[in-house]
Nanobody, 124 residues
Framework: QVQLLESGGGLVQAGGSLRLSCAASGRTFDIGTEGWFRQAPGKEREFVARHRRSGEITEYADSVKGRFSIFRDNAKNTMYLQMDSLKPEDTAVYFC?????????????????WGQGTQVTVSS
């Protein structure tokens, strides 16, 4: 099993920045792909960003491209989502995720492990 623990959410004004962290523990050698998803009230969970655990082959949702960045610190076994130029429509609960697949897609169905979620609220 893999355990994921997120932190870093909060309230920020439009145009501001936040950095989310996701610390992994357990059988982390099982992880092929890491990702971030978000879920706004009344909406389905949607893809935000993903990369191979080696840090290669990143992909972003069109809505966040150029504003968000996914990266990891191997020494800390932690993945991050740097969010800049935040907009009110970015308000959601953000989840980090991990897949045993080396080439996991942007579908939630491909991901085996999930964090508990962290709230991000962007005020206008």
């Amino acid at each position: 099993q893999v355990q994921l623990l997120e932190s870093g959410g909060g309230l920020v004004q439009a145009g501001g920045s936040l950095r989310l962290s996701c610390a992994a523990s357990g059988r982390t050698f099982d992880i092929g792909t890491e990702g971030w998803f978000r879920q706004a009230p009344g909406k389905e969970r949607e893809f935000v960003a993903r990369h191979r655990r080696s840090g290669e082959i990143t992909e972003y949702a069109d809505s966040v491209k150029g504003r968000f960045s996914i990266f990891r610190d191997n020494a800390k076994n932690t993945m991050y989502l740097q969010m800049d130029s935040l907009k009110p429509e970015d308000t959601a609960v953000y989840f980090c995720s991990a897949s045993r697949l080396l080439y996991a897609s942007t579908s939630t169905l491909d991901y085996d492990y999930w964090g508990q979620g962290t709230q991000v609220t962007v005020s206008s």
